[in-house]
């Protein structure tokens, strides 16, 4: 109980100094409620407003992955290295550690397998259910001239009206068929649409061509999707490029997990992505760290 005795007013109220309060500097996100950015502030990295996900969700069409067989033993050594990790909903209760302290980044949609017309998805998850769980954010695929995509929008947009309530932030990952083409005309339609509709971030894929544009467009942070697995400087080159031209993040899967060395390659990304280190420079760590992870323990030198 607080001691009444020596109770004294307290003089320290600076009555001529504004009053402080910072604004939230994520693009787009600062007429957001407290909550909305709080969970934001978790997912991308306050000193850079940038953000490494992971991307380890693609069980929940595709089953078990190359690299995903095993997430107890090929991804959880990882998460001291991603800012944020986006997955299932069975996976964070199954297999990952809730004292990682990793902000999840929680899929919730889904439906059709590989085996079906993946623009099909349904609502998979409650907000109460990534509530419970603790999600900094919930990830809702739209297809962008899909067979479905009405449907897929209007999954995005009932999140996004849940989210409110929540204070939970919605990621629109911008899905792209086979059929379609990805160039910055399209990946600028998709995205736009998708920050329109209410999502506060948007992930979309990478494109050699005026991804400047893609980004610029797009009035809320975007985030570049990995895609399948490249030679591991490609992927650096890749993400730095998105970076220089905009991105706020990456949200890869592939190109780490699939890596010959997964934890090298985060922590490469995570260089690019937070202290834009050139591709080349990147990759070099990545190859010296990935060296010293082969030598036996006792031959190691500090890293
Ligand atoms: C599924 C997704 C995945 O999270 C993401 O695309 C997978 O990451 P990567 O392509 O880098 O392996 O959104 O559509």
Known sequence: ???????????????????RSEPYALKGSSGLDWGMQ???ARVFRPSTS???????????????????ERVDLSIVPLLGYADALMTTRGMVRSTIPPASGTPIVLRASGGPSILRELSDEQIAVSMEDAARINAAAVAVQVFIGGQFETQSVRNMT??????????????AVTAVGKELTRDAR???LATRI????????VKTYYCAEDFDTVAAACPVPLVMAGGKKLPELEALTMAYRAMEEGAAGVDMGRNIFQSDDPVAMIRAVSAVVHDSLKPLAAYDQFLRRAALSTQPADQRHAD
């Open 1 to 19: 109980m607080a001691d009444n005795d020596n109770r004294t007013e307290g003089d320290r109220f600076w009555p001529s100094e504004p009053p």
């Open 50 to 68: 940038r953000t490494v996900m992971l991307a380890i969700d693609h069980g929940y069409f595709q089953g078990p992955t190359t690299g995903l």
């Open 158 to 171: 009932a999140l996004v009206d849940q989210s409110q309530r929540y204070g939970i932030p919605v990621l």
């Open 38 to 40: 709080s969970r934001l």
């Open 194 to 201: 998708c920050a329109e509709l209410g999502a506060h971030v």
């Open 186 to 188: 399209y990946l600028r």
